[in-house]
């Protein structure tokens, strides 16, 4: 069951940095334009607006050590149990979503500072998989969290409850 959880959430956390460094570099500056990545890229360079790759490319780091890390440690140890192993890719894909939106800052201010009719909402429609997804594993998260905690209370002794 382990093995199986390490690659959904491998797989998953993977997907969201691939998905999120695309927006972020590429597609969010198509779509806040309305024009071809090369013409937006010449309106940002004629406004002496830079296009960051940096933070893309931290973004994607980050999300390959999130994916790998966990599934690293559930193949070396046995003490972590599944739903441990779980709650940690919830927790991770949580996160991903403010990283993204602290990431994607820089391009995004250098698009309104290019295009002062730029389409904030096209961009956000974009996004909105990112932050749905991060959404739907914070639900996830709490909802197996307080599964955990109730069927660890159910099998106290009357004695052994606090």
Wanted: proline share 5%.
């Amino acid at each position: 069951m382990r093995i199986a959880i390490a690659v959904a959430g491998s797989l998953l956390i993977l997907a969201f940095g691939v998905f999120g460094l695309t927006v972020m570099n590429d597609w969010g500056l198509v779509a806040a334009s309305h024009e071809p990545l090369d013409r937006t890229l010449d309106a940002m360079r004629r406004a002496g607006q830079d296009r960051a790759l940096v933070p893309g490319g931290v973004f994607i780091v980050l999300g390959v050590a999130a994916a790998s890390g966990p599934a690293f440690a559930a193949l070396q140890s046995s003490a972590l149990p599944s739903w441990a192993l779980a709650a940690i890719y919830l927790a991770l894909l949580v996160l991903g979503s403010p990283a993204y939106f602290m990431l994607s800052f820089a391009n995004l201010n250098s698009i309104g500072d290019t295009y002062a009719d730029w389409d904030a909402e096209a961009v956000h429609r974009l996004e909105a998989p990112l932050y749905l997804t991060s959404l739907g594993a914070m639900i996830v998260l709490v909802f197996l969290l307080a599964a955990v905690g109730v069927h660890r209370l159910a099998r106290l002794t009357p004695g052994d409850r606090p």
